[in-house]
């Protein structure tokens, strides 16, 4: 599915000095998505690439066009690697109670490790938008 650019850009115009982020499953293999994904890190709107297991975090994160975040295997620790050596990062709110995406903000970073999600910890609610978003 093709990703709509004037829409995309209205939605970077509108997040200005906002520092707003979100997550996609809209194919970056495709190009014309691929210049938007990047276009939109660029310009401060972060789009996160998600995929739904580790193996595929490596494939997405190769593309060198925007953070990634992943589904990670219940239980998993805190810090993680992929199978290409990198870094996978536990979302801080599901091991404290006291961290919101206000306070961590971690997605909004471009330049950081894959984030990973558990299905069962708190961010459930995340983990879901990541998986289906
Ligand atoms: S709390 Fe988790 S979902 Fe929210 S910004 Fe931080 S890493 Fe991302």
Known sequence: MKIDHSMMRQLIRANRGKGGFTYTHHNPFDADNAAIIAESNRDGFTINLSSNKVTEADALAAL??????????????????TAEGRKVVRCPAET???????????????DR????????????????????G
């Open 64 to 81: 060198g066009i925007a953070p990634v975040v992943t589904i990670l295997p219940t239980g998993s620790t805190k810090v993680t690697y």
């Open 96 to 110: 404290s109670e006291k961290v919101t995406c206000q306070t961590c903000r971690l997605c909004q970073k471009t």
């Open 113 to 132: 490790p894959i984030i990973g999600f558990t299905p069962h910890g708190s961010g459930k609610k995340v983990t879901e938008k990541v998986a289906n």
